[in-house]
């Protein structure tokens, strides 16, 4: 380790001593690394594919090219206001930690409590739907394989789902370097297979599916019954959904290196990369779809990209593209997962979560919060038994995760100019803008969230209602309840995020106590084998 690195950990430790912590994790992600968590979890071209099901109805071509455009200007001003609040505050609890040091002391406890569980609803149903969206695709490539003769029932797909699932949580106990060195594997991937997309579908497209200009670029198709306007907007869904989650990088922010620049720079160029890459992508696909668009979306492969490379590529092809695919959502769905269990220690490290003392547990062989992944995967798997209340009702875990994650952004952004505090600008900061892109990003989120507690056809029945606000409301529900129950709720207790520099923690403890235990089996197992 060369002496400026050693210097730029020793700063990043007094920051986060400032800001009232102690080092726990292996400051473990580069830069690039920090941006590759970002980048990965936006998984560009496999999460458009997961989502192209909600743009392609409320508008077809023309929502998936200009919607997908509208939304990521509004989308890159959000990713540019939490990237100022990252700078100045590089801490593992983001959003949370932000919320209570901007907010009056008034209101700043309750606050803090509502963003914090937002974000954790929201991360975990960022996994749930990505792990579901990579279940699907699983199953579409098995009708791909099978010449589209296999359509899979929801039951199957769910058993692949937990499968999915379960694998991430073993992965996120494996320690945060291998993980990191696997980030770059995720970006050039990544990259390849928008490429791909971009360059070789046209080339590869017969005739007879290329679409001209201006149906590429101008035809709205509605399918799903909503006024024009109104789908158009629903369709926002896919980039929404797709450019998420970039909170991520400052969940891992004590894990990185000089964090008060990469962090910043790690959410605005995920955010900018993935929009410009991903409407070359979508207008790619609007060139190269074809214009029977309800075939596209009920043919037996369930997923309309897969279908519009089958008819391109081939079945091989297809296959071999497919395939890559699957694996990019897999990686996305280990970072989601690394993300969220990192956001869960860090609330429950504040005593906020049920089981907080139990959560909030550094496994001293893996170094990694191991009882809070387990926490993320089996919240996940309850999600996933949405499936089974209907063909729509798995949609609410993708809406619930765009929902729930900009109730958790809107909060700090707010508070940060309504209250009287002493915001001091990290080395990343908008200077003039700061407030006007605040206010086009509070007002936007706000927009959208109550967009989306509708349902996404207008024939509401048990089975196509929306369980977002079901979900989101019910858990929002009862943390308030929690929060205000008499003698034993938050509001007696919860101050916020607890400091804990200077206490030596049972987690170090129990760490020392680990590595001690293991060095002996190690010298008794030797000791045996001499024997
Ligand atoms: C869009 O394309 C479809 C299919 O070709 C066609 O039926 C429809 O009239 C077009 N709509 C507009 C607004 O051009």
């Given at each position: 380790m060369g002496s400026s690195q050693h210097a730029v950990a020793k700063a990043d430790e007094a920051l986060l001593a400032e800001l009232g912590y102690k080092q726990e994790?292996?400051?473990?992600?580069?830069p690039l690394e920090v941006f590759g968590i970002a980048f990965s979890i936006i998984g560009l071209l496999p999460s458009i594919a997961s989502v192209l099901y909600y743009a392609m109805p409320n508008g077809g071509p023309a929502a998936m090219v200009w919607g997908w455009a509208v939304a990521s200007l509004f989308i890159l001003c959000v990713g540019m206001s939490i990237a100022e609040l990252g700078s100045a505050a590089p801490t593992s609890g983001g959003l949370y930690f932000w919320t209570h040091s901007l907010?009056?002391?008034?209101c700043r406890n309750f606050l803090a409590w509502i963003v914090g569980y937002a974000n954790t609803i929201g991360s975990i149903a960022s996994v749930a739907s990505i792990d579901w969206g990579c279940a699907v695709q699983v199953m579409a490539a098995v009708s791909i394989g099978s010449g589209q003769t296999f359509t899979a029932t929801s039951g199957q797909t769910f058993g692949v789902y937990v499968a999915i699932v379960l694998s991430h949580g073993v992965v996120c106990c494996f320690g945060t370097a291998v993980l990191a060195r696997l980030q770059t594997v995720y970006v050039v991937l990544n990259v390849a297979l928008c490429l791909a997309v971009i360059i070789g579908l046209p080339a590869a497209t017969p005739k007879e599916y290329m679409n001209t200009a201006s149906y590429a670029l101008g035809n709205f198709t509605n399918l799903?019954?909503?006024p024009d306007g109104y789908a158009f907007i629903l369709s926002f869904l896919a980039p929404l959904w797709t450019i998420s989650a970039y909170d991520s990088s400052v969940h891992i922010s004590e894990e990185s290196?000089?964090?008060?620049?990469?962090v910043p720079w790690a959410i605005v160029s995920a955010i900018g990369i993935a929009g410009i890459l991903g409407w070359a992508i979508n207008v790619s696909l609007a060139f190269c779809m074809g214009s029977d668009l309800t075939y596209l979306l009920d043919?037996?492969?369930?997923q309309p990209m897969a279908q519009i490379f089958f008819n391109s590529f081939g079945q091989n092809g297809t296959l071999a593209l497919w395939s890559i695919v699957v694996l990019v959502q897999y990686m996305m769905g280990s970072s989601m997962m690394l993300a969220a269990s990192r956001q869960s220690f860090a609330f429950a490290r504040d005593g906020a979560l049920p089981f907080s003392s139990y959560l909030?547990?550094?496994?001293?062989?893996?170094?990694?919060p191991v009882n809070t992944v387990w926490f993320v995967a089996g919240f996940s798997v309850i999600l996933g038994?949405?499936?089974?209340?209907?063909?729509?009702?798995?949609n609410a875990i993708f809406a619930l995760s765009a929902t729930a994650l900009y109730i958790a952004y809107a909060i700090p952004i707010t508070v940060r100019f309504v209250f009287k505090n002493d915001f001091k600008p990290g080395p990343f900061n908008l200077g003039v803008f700061s407030l006007p892109i605040a206010i086009i990003s509070v007002s936007f989120m706000a927009f959208v969230d109550i967009v989306f507690?509708?349902?996404?056809?207008?024939?509401?029945s048990v089975a196509d209602m929306n369980y977002t606000v079901v979900v989101l409301g019910g858990i929002l529900f009862l943390s308030v309840m929690w929060y205000y129950?008499?003698?034993?709720?938050?509001?007696?207790?919860f101050t916020g995020p607890v400091s804990n520099v200077g206490k030596v923690s049972e987690e170090a403890a129990s760490s020392i106590r680990g590595s001690v235990e293991k060095n002996l089996h190690a010298n008794v197992g030797e000791a045996t084998v001499e024997a």
């Open positions: 994790f292996k400051r473990a992600f580069t907010s009056s002391p008034r799903n019954g909503w290196s000089n964090a008060a620049t990469a043919s037996p492969i369930a909030y547990r550094m496994n001293g062989f893996t170094k990694t038994m949405l499936s089974f209340a209907g063909a729509q009702a798995i507690f509708f349902p996404t056809t207008p024939q509401t129950f008499p003698v034993y709720g938050g509001v007696h207790w």
